[in-house]
């Protein structure tokens, strides 16, 4: 199972991670903190890999980020990465995000879904699945989108080091 030290999006921002990581349980989703960055590039050559692209200040984001972590525990084969957009600049800067919450999902790398997901549990677990399927189609996404995967490895490489 993976788990991370840290949590997702605190309602005050001026509460930093490490704060939030000592008040709240652990998630089982990865963030691009070098403290995950060994799971993660272990982990990134899971078949399928969900990244959730939110911001710190989004409500809906907040809300999205229990649901997220339910979603990871009920997939412990995929790999479930939360990325803020503007935190994680360096990796999802250029990524052009119209609305929260917003997915990018890759099955072997390659990207089969990248779009404005409902926060509902439900809808998002079926999404997941039908995704997680063999027979799910390469989508054409925008060269960040595509190269996201790349990044988070080449991320996990330099934090790790």
């Known amino acids: 199972m993976i788990t991370s030290p840290l949590v997702p999006a605190s309602a005050d921002p001026s509460v930093q991670n490490s704060d939030l990581a000592q008040a709240q349980p652990m998630n089982h989703f990865l963030t691009s903190s ?36 339910e979603l990871a525990m009920a997939h412990p084969g995929a790999t479930f990465v939360w990325l803020d957009v503007e935190d994680d600049s360096e990796l999802a800067g250029e990524i052009d995000v119209d609305n929260f919450p917003t997915l990018a999902v890759y099955r072997d790398g390659l990207p089969v879904h990248f779009g404005i997901s409902l926060p509902q549990l439900p809808v998002v677990a079926r999404l997941i699945g039908a995704l997680a399927q063999a027979e799910a189609r390469v989508v054409d996404v925008a060269r960040p989108v595509r190269e996201l995967p ?12």
């Open 150 to 161: 790349a990044l988070l490895a080449q991320h996990a490489r330099s934090a790790s080091a």
């Open 34 to 69: 070098d403290s995950d960055a060994a799971l993660l590039g272990e982990r990134l050559s899971a078949s399928l890999l969900v990244v959730g692209l939110c911001a710190q200040w989004c409500s809906t984001c907040r809300e999205f980020a229990p649901l997220f972590n």
